[in-house]
């Protein structure tokens, strides 16, 4: 992520692609942690990031409240996670980082 004239690496939490009235082409929105003290999660669009890792594998595919896809880290889906930590709520961050802690849970068939 640009910060000024620095580069800032940034975990990606979350990437859609919200309708936006001034902009005629969809552009690309990415959730990250601004740094270990934030409580929630903040925007950043793509024209502020360069992607330096293109592993899509912890996430997953859903549907935003617009009806629109989005991608998801798997440890903020349940829960309301993704949208508390939008909201700044501190105890969704400490239950995500939890979660992160524990690891990906196996898929059960």
Known sequence: MFDG???VNRTVYSIY???LP???ADVRHYLVVADENWSGLTTATEDMCEVVDPDLSDF???KGAD???MLVHW???EDALLDR???YDQAAMMEFRRRLEGGRPAIRV
């Open 67 to 69: 009806g629109r896809d």
């Open 5 to 7: 004239d620095l580069r």
């Open 60 to 62: 997953d595919l859903r």
């Open 75 to 77: 440890a903020a889906v």
């Open 22 to 24: 001034a902009h005629s």
């Open 85 to 87: 930590m939008i909201e």
């Open 17 to 19: 692609w919200p309708r």
